[in-house]
């Protein structure tokens, strides 16, 4: 059962196709009855800077912070949209999840285990979708870079942390897109939320 859905955007531009994929993304969720839990990190000012003082697991949090952990950890799904730069996230998302996904909110480590060990997933989101843009060809994409957003979200971050279903939809080439074919991406963006978040 989903009924709170967290959704994360990270790009700097109001008027990029990001956006238009968050929004069709809101607008699924809404439709579908669920709560959704939005936060664009750019329009926010998210600081992404962690803190020596916050990496400890009882670390004090600013408010922002505090809010961000809350909503993940009682998020029975998530979307994450970005694009991708240098094969990686935006710096301001790299930084939400050095801040948020942290020790205690979304993993823990066993007992006697001061941190060389696997780590126990705490999030009990069920599934996680991962909308990305690039402007590299997929042929280009492979055989020169790999795909190192796929290894960071499903492994490192979703996998880590418990999260047990993951999709990810990548639009592109975006910069040469035409009308049409945003309206197709954004379409899809509309399946992928309903096929993985049909309802309460």
Same mark, same amino acid.
């Given at each position: ?11 700097? %531009?109001? !008027? ?17 009855? !669920?709560? =959704? ?17 916050? *990496? ?24 994450? =949209? ?18 948020? *996904? ?29 909308? %990305? ?5 997929? !042929?280009?994409? %492979?055989? +020169? ?6 290894? *960071?979200?499903? $492994? ?6 418990? +999260?047990? %279903? ?20 954004? $379409? ?7 096929? =993985?978040?049909?309802?309460?």
């Amino acid at each position: 059962m989903y009924v709170n859905i967290f959704l994360i955007l990270a790009h700097p %531009n109001p !008027h990029s196709f990001n956006h238009a994929i968050a929004d069709v993304a809101n607008r699924a969720l809404l439709t579908a009855g !669920h709560t =959704v839990l939005f936060h664009d990190l750019y329009q926010e000012g998210f600081d992404p800077v962690l803190t020596s003082d916050e *990496i400890p697991r009882d670390g004090p949090l600013s408010h922002e912070v505090f809010i961000h952990c809350d909503e993940i950890a009682r998020a029975d799904g998530i979307i994450v =949209v970005h694009p991708n730069w240098w094969g990686m996230p935006p710096a301001i998302m790299k930084g939400w999840i050095d801040r948020v *996904i942290r020790p205690g909110v979304a993993y823990r480590f066993l007992e006697g285990d001061n941190g060389e060990g696997v780590p126990v997933g705490l999030l009990q989101a069920r599934a996680a979708i991962v909308f %990305n843009t690039a402007n590299t060809p997929e !042929h280009r994409e %492979n055989e +020169v870079f790999g795909d190192p957003l796929e290894q *960071i979200w499903k $492994d490192c971050v979703f996998g880590l942390c418990g +999260v047990p %279903n993951f999709y990810r939809d990548i639009f592109r080439v975006v910069v040469t897109s035409d009308d049409m074919q945003r309206k197709k991406w954004l $379409d899809l963006v509309h399946d992928r939320v309903m096929q =993985v978040f049909s309802g309460k």
